[in-house]
T-cell receptor, first 112, second 118 residues
Framework: GEDVEQSLFLSVREGDSSVINCTYT??????LYWYKQEPGAGLQLLTY?????DMKQDQRLTVLLNKKDKHLSLRIADTQTGDSAIYFC????????????FGSGTRLLVRP | DGGITQSPKYLFRKEGQNVTLSCEQN?????MYWYRQDPGQGLRLIYY???????QKGDIAEGYSVSREKKESFPLTVTSAQKNPTAFYLC?????????????????FGNGTRLTVT
């Protein structure tokens, strides 16, 4: 199937780390992406990882990929109130469309 | 600055009327996409186009139509046949697939159009 799954909600205190998890379906996926959506806006690309990598770090963001379990995570260090948003993971579908399949999104709430 | 422009931001229509949502990009991207987002749900693909004058149905194409006469433009028409048209519509573009699985082609999104049909 094409389901990309994420937990719906995460609440953390300002300054703590946030970890948002995602499971995907296609074992042949090449690129996996994390997007951020603020209220009433489009999706902003945060980071991505190629499937031959285990980890990618980009400033406060760390992406971990476990290909065996088809598990992807996004860690946000020193979470700020401005990080409150919905976070989507997406996998690049490896048929002729090369389309992206999105999860349902995780709403992150950062408490002061 | 390059980007994707969706207009209008808010759109209101009466049931039974067709409505067209605009999407324009100046990123020189080959591929363009329309997604629909409903509250608490992920994005569902309506239509996509990998090249001018060609487009394919996505997962929920019924009740929608598109055209791709210019590289920069990919308008979406929501027809009266669409049973539940009220939603947030997102347009995106990418460089395309280049026919290579190792080719990184993330989607870049517009700011969306919120359509309300009463």
């Amino acid at each position: 199937g094409e389901d990309v799954e994420q937990s719906l909600f995460l609440s953390v205190r300002e300054g703590d780390s946030s970890v948002i998890n995602c499971t995907y379906t296609d074992s042949s996926s090449t690129y996996l992406y994390w997007y951020k959506q603020e209220p009433g806006a489009g999706l902003q690309l945060l980071t991505y990882i190629f499937s031959n990598m285990d980890m990618k770090q980009d400033q406060r963001l760390t992406v971990l990929l476990n290909k065996k379990d088809k598990h992807l995570s996004l860690r946000i260090a020193d979470t700020q109130t401005g990080d409150s948003a919905i976070y989507f993971c997406a996998e690049r579908w490896m048929d002729s469309s090369y389309k992206l399949i999105f999860g349902s999104g995780t709403r992150l709430l950062v408490r002061p | 600055d390059g980007g994707i422009t969706q207009s209008p931001k808010y759109l209101f229509r009466k049931e039974g009327q067709n409505v067209t949502l605009s999407c324009e990009q100046n990123l020189n991207h080959d591929a363009m996409y329309w997604y629909r987002q409903d509250p608490g749900q992920g994005l569902r693909l309506i239509y996509y186009s990998q090249i001018v004058n060609d487009f394919q149905k996505g997962d929920i194409a019924e009740g929608y139509s598109v055209s791709r006469e210019k590289k920069e433009s990919f308008p979406l028409t929501v027809t009266s046949a669409q049973k539940n048209p009220t939603a947030f519509y997102l347009c995106a573009s990418s460089m395309g697939d280049a026919g290579m699985s190792s080719y990184n082609s993330p989607l870049h999104f517009g700011n969306g159009t919120r359509l309300t049909v009463t």
